[in-house]
């Protein structure tokens, strides 16, 4: 299937190839064997969004720890609502596989989702939003009287930095409880990221930089942050021994040395927020 996305849109390669990636490795640490299936369909040139073997590890550890977060929440919460933002090809609810009484929502760009549509089957309790997570006439399409987490991996730093905000304070304002998890990059990262491939041959520009989750208690009423781990905590101890020597020792640098840079400490937060009762 001939892929046609630019932009933002274009760049849900990138992640989709990094999972595949580690779907096809030795010691997959996300094990995604849908993304390996869909990059198989679809028709791309994914050498040129240079993705490198370290990239594709930390987009799996990324994507295993929002997984696990998910699943948490819907172990306390089996009747609830999730809102998947910025879905782009992601399997996530595949991965995560909700029992009976969840609603799930995969939310993106209208081109993303019509895409998806061509390539996932439908499944019970699962549905598509078409829109810009920045506007609010979508919310009206979700009910508020379950829990909700909302969820959304390598979005926020794409959305304008005033808009950003605005979107969290219409969900808070939308559903009466829940939390929300999600990635972001510090203004430096933002800026010191702009040069890569993916972004230079996609057009993709980034824009919200947040430097300290707690920032969002105070623009976002409501929020209250309960975790904010950094790129370099979401790795296992166990994980680290099947890694190539390379990338071990990559990432023990940036655990024991880089981090202690108060610049890069900051660089990328997973953070979670609760609200309401
Ligand atoms: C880097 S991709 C991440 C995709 C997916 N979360 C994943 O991990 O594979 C960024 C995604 O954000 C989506 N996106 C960016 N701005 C958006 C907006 N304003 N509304 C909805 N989706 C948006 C893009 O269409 C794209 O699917």
Same mark, same amino acid.
């Given at each position: 299937m001939k892929v046609t996305l630019t932009g933002a849109a274009e760049t849900l390669l990138a992640p989709l190839y990094a999972r595949a990636v580690d779907a096809r490795s030795a010691h997959p640490l996300l094990a995604d064997p849908t993304a390996?299936?869909?990059?198989?369909?679809l028709d791309y040139d994914f050498g040129r969004l240079g993705i490198r073997p370290a990239t594709a590890i930390g987009v799996a550890l990324r994507a295993r720890f929002l997984d696990r977060r998910t699943q948490e929440f819907l172990a306390a919460h089996p009747d609830a609502t999730v809102l998947h933002l910025g879905c782009g090809l992601?399997?996530?609810v595949q991965r995560v596989d909700p029992g009976p009484g969840v609603n799930w929502f995969d939310v993106d760009q209208p081109e993303v989702i019509d895409l998806r549509a061509r390539l996932y089957a439908p499944r019970p309790g699962h549905r598509t939003i078409a829109a810009s997570v920045t506007d609010s006439d979508w919310l009206v399409q979700v009910p508020r009287d379950l829990p909700v987490l909302v969820v959304a991996e390598g979005l926020t730093m794409y959305l304008p930095a005033d808009e950003g905000p *605005?979107?969290? !304070?219409?969900?808070v304002g939308h559903f009466p409880q829940g939390e929300m998890v999600f990635d972001s990059y510090s203004r430096f990262a933002v800026r010191l990221t702009r040069p890569l491939p993916v972004f230079r041959q996609t057009g993709?520009?980034?824009?919200?930089?947040i430097d300290d989750p707690r920032d969002l208690e105070r623009a976002v009423p409501g929020l209250r942050l309960i975790e904010a781990a950094k790129a370099f905590d979401t790795a296992d101890r166990a994980d680290?021994?099947?890694?190539? *020597?390379?990338? !071990?020792?990559?990432?023990r640098f940036e655990v024991e040395f880089l981090s202690r840079l108060p610049v890069l400490r900051r660089i990328g937060h997973i953070s979670r927020y609760a609200f309401g009762s």
């Open positions: 390996a299936t869909l990059l198989d369909s992601d399997s996530r *605005r979107m969290l !304070r219409n969900l993709a520009r980034l824009n919200w930089g680290l021994e099947h890694l190539p *020597r390379a990338i !071990r020792f990559r990432l």
